[in-house]
């Protein structure tokens, strides 16, 4: 029987995404995040859907990447498999270049890991 050594090396303890981010983003375009107090509730939701109504900036986009990175960094559903939907390539190209390969280049963590 093989078993590969990524399934024997420890796992580290569970994480919720607020403790999860300090760790792996402790910061975001060269700034400290910190998540703001109102913005906590939804960070730590349970549920299977998030829907966010918003009217300007409110670390929105931020919050899914992050999410998204801790997702799949902790096999959360024990799968750690993320959807992010796009309306089209442009748009989806312009997100990644922006948003996942700046937080991967500025983290040594997801650096690592990716």
């Known amino acids: 029987m093989r078993v590969r050594a990524r399934q ?6 569970e994480r919720d995404p607020l ?3 300090e760790m792996a983003r402790p910061t975001i375009h060269e700034q400290l995040f910190i ?8 960070w730590l939701s349970q549920q299977p859907e998030l829907v966010i109504a918003k009217a300007s900036q409110v670390m929105a986009s931020e ?22 939907i ?8 312009d997100f990644v270049r922006a948003r996942i390969d ?9 650096a690592k890991r990716v």
């Open 19 to 21: 403790e999860w981010l």
């Open 102 to 110: 700046t937080a991967i280049a500025a983290s040594p963590h997801l």
């Open 63 to 84: 919050m899914m990447v992050s999410l998204a990175f801790w997702v799949a960094d902790t096999q959360q559903g024990k799968r750690g498999h993320v959807l992010y």
């Open 8 to 13: 024997l090396a420890p796992k580290e303890p």
């Open 35 to 42: 998540v703001p107090y109102a913005l906590r509730e939804p």
């Open 86 to 93: 796009f309306p089209a390539s442009q748009q989806l190209g």
